[in-house]
């Protein structure tokens, strides 16, 4: 048995010149850093005809307005409250950056758990909440909904699929 594994040990060292516990992946396996010289010359284009077609794959840094319509074929409405109302409001629910109600549903546990939130309150967040509770009460036929609000984020959270309703109930008094 002894001899055996000399033997092998030989083999090993003198027709393999790599360790067996080489790992590829490794830093040490890396290539080295070389000199700047070595690597290969790069043209630097500054405006080439060809950026055109990259251009239009970017997202755009600002999202356009919206074309006033009388009525919009998705159902789709503008926000009727403005920015300068803000001061006669006791809340204000600023839409998304794509001019959306901004009412999302969590959902966790596989699913099992879901969670309405509202974001971008702005002003008196106790007070929307307080709507809000009593629209989805009346939706769940006077049983109680559990809610959350975080006033520092500007966020209220609600226990159940309620998505629809609220956005709805939000659209009704201009957000």
């Known amino acids: 048995m002894a001899l ?16 067996v516990s080489t790992r590829f992946s490794s830093y040490n396996s890396s290539d080295k850093v070389q ?17 055109k077609y990259v251009e239009r794959l970017l997202p755009k840094p600002v999202i356009p307005k919206v074309a ?21 409001l006791e809340y204000y629910v600023a839409r998304s950056r794509n ?3 901004p009412v999302y549903l969590e959902t966790t546990f596989r699913g099992q758990r879901r969670v309405t939130v ?6 008196n967040v106790w007070q929307l909440e307080k709507e809000l509770k009593t629209i989805v009460e009346k ?3 006077g049983k109680l909904c559990a809610t959350r609000v975080n006033e520092m984020s ?3 959270r609600i226990h159940g699929d309620y998505v629809d309703v609220v956005r709805e109930y ?3 008094k201009g957000y």
């Open 4 to 19: 055996m594994q000399r033997v092998l040990k030989e083999v090993v060292n003198k027709s393999l010149k790599v360790s």
């Open 35 to 51: 000199a700047l010289e070595e690597y290969p010359e790069v043209e630097i284009l500054s405006n080439p005809p060809e950026w």
């Open 118 to 123: 509202v974001k971008h309150v702005q002003g």
């Open 68 to 88: 006033q319509k009388s009525e919009y074929p998705s159902g789709w409405k503008p926000q009727s409250v403005g920015l300068k109302d803000v001061d006669k």
């Open 99 to 101: 001019h959306m109600v």
């Open 170 to 172: 939000l659209k009704s």
């Open 139 to 141: 939706e769940r036929n």
């Open 154 to 156: 500007g966020q209220i």
